[in-house]
């Protein structure tokens, strides 16, 4: 068996958003569900602002819902713009960033 690095060109998507909605873990599902999502990543932060100016932080006695959750997937195809679209349309406070990238993984022939 040979190993191989490959490389593939993608589209990087950072989703910006908060779990005030409880929509984290349907979008997630959804993104799963699609060919063209490679995989998916979901971080929640301990603090973070907004648009409002507000700070949100976490403390030991509770877990806030309005804590930034950042969603990074890439996805394959070069259709980005049409998943982009998708996702404003299930999480209604986002902010969306996304750029080319190469993916390198290994291929086992």
Do not use: C
Not at 2 to 18: E, N, V
Not at 25 to 37: G, I, P, S
Not at 82 to 99: R, Y
Request: negative net charge; proline residues 1%.
């Amino acid at each position: 068996m040979d190993k191989q690095i490959k490389t593939q060109k993608i589209t990087l998507i950072r989703i910006y958003t908060d779990d005030s909605n409880g929509h984290i873990n349907q979008m997630l599902e959804q993104l799963h569900q699609r060919d063209d999502v490679n995989g998916a990543t979901i971080f929640r932060g301990i603090a973070g602002f907004g648009k409002e100016g507000r700070i949100h932080q976490s403390s030991l006695l509770d877990l806030s819902s309005q804590l930034p959750v950042v969603i990074e997937l890439f996805h394959k195809s070069s259709q980005s713009e049409e998943l982009i679209n998708f996702i404003h349309t299930q999480i209604t406070n986002a902010h969306i960033v996304s750029w080319d990238a190469n993916l390198s993984f290994e291929h086992i022939d």
